[in-house]
Nanobody, 119 residues
């Protein structure tokens, strides 16, 4: 079983910054990719950013140039540096990881961390 633990959410004024962290633990053989999703009230969960084990990154258009994803492969940890935050970035942010436990694939989610941006 793979567990993801997120931290770093909170309340910040528009224009401010936050850094989210997510650590994966368990009998992990390999993580192929880790990412961050978010879900605002009444909205569907959407991809914010992802990073592969080769360092390839992907960003939603709405966060390009403001958010940066990074990863410590040896620690199975992913970070999301969020700058120039906007009220529309307010959501619950979820960490996701996919990979292998032994030869069995997994796709796991964290419990979510609230990010609130005040105007």
């Amino acid at each position: 079983q793979v567990h993801l633990v997120e931290s770093g959410g909170g309340l910040v004024q528009a224009g401010g910054s936050l850094r989210l962290s997510c650590a994966a633990s368990g009998s992990i053989s390999m993580i192929n990719a880790m990412g961050w999703y978010r879900q605002a009230p009444g909205m569907q969960r959407e991809l914010v950013s992802s990073i592969t084990n080769r360092g390839n990154t992907n960003y939603a258009d709405s966060v390009k140039g403001r958010f940066t994803i990074s990863r410590e492969n040896g620690e199975n940890t992913v970070y999301l540096q969020m700058n120039r935050l906007k009220p529309e970035d307010t959501a619950v942010y979820y960490c996701n990881a996919e990979g292998l436990v032994g030869f069995r694939p997994f796709n796991s989610w964290g419990q979510g961390t609230q990010v609130t941006v005040s105007s």
